[in-house]
């Protein structure tokens, strides 16, 4: 693949991730405020507790990649501005939005798509994973 070819998919990927968060904060927004509290089963997370996991995870997968690495430290303490349903997908947007961006800017993405690195190598050549030959 070339670095044409890995912008282009950079591109379609997270358009589509963009595209996606419009129908999330939806789902987000219309989770009634008066009975966030429900759970189908006590065993379940509330619709609550499940519109703050779903908000605050797709950043966290976003900010994975910019990181380089993915290393889940548990659940994150709920961000103060995510006071009602409508705050979470407020803060989704403003969040997600950033962080598209901050993937289609960055200058290491290709070149990890097209050397098969990681985005903290930059291109240099893991070892352990040889090139193909095919």
């Not at 966030?36 to 908000?55: G, I, M, N, Q, T």
């Not at 910019?66 to 009602?84: A, C, I, R, V, Y």
């Not at 997908?89 to 598209?100: C, E, G, M, P």
Request: aromatic letters at 6%.
């Amino acid at each position: 693949m070339n670095a044409e070819q890995a912008t282009a998919i950079v591109q379609l990927l997270t358009g589509t991730i963009e595209s996606e968060g419009t129908a999330t904060r939806k789902v987000l927004a219309a989770v009634p405020n008066g009975n966030r509290d429900f759970k189908p089963d006590p065993k379940s997370r509330s619709a609550w507790e499940l519109a703050v996991h779903l908000a605050i995870s797709e950043v966290w997968f976003a900010d994975s990649i910019l990181q380089g690495k993915f290393e889940w430290t548990g659940e994150p303490p709920t961000p103060p501005e995510m006071s009602d349903p409508a705050a979470v997908a407020k803060w989704h947007q403003t969040h997600l939005t950033d962080r598209l961006a901050r993937l289609r800017a960055m200058p290491t993405i290709t070149r990890f798509i097209t050397a098969g690195s990681s985005p903290r190598t930059c291109g240099r050549r893991d070892r352990r994973y040889p090139r193909s030959t095919g």
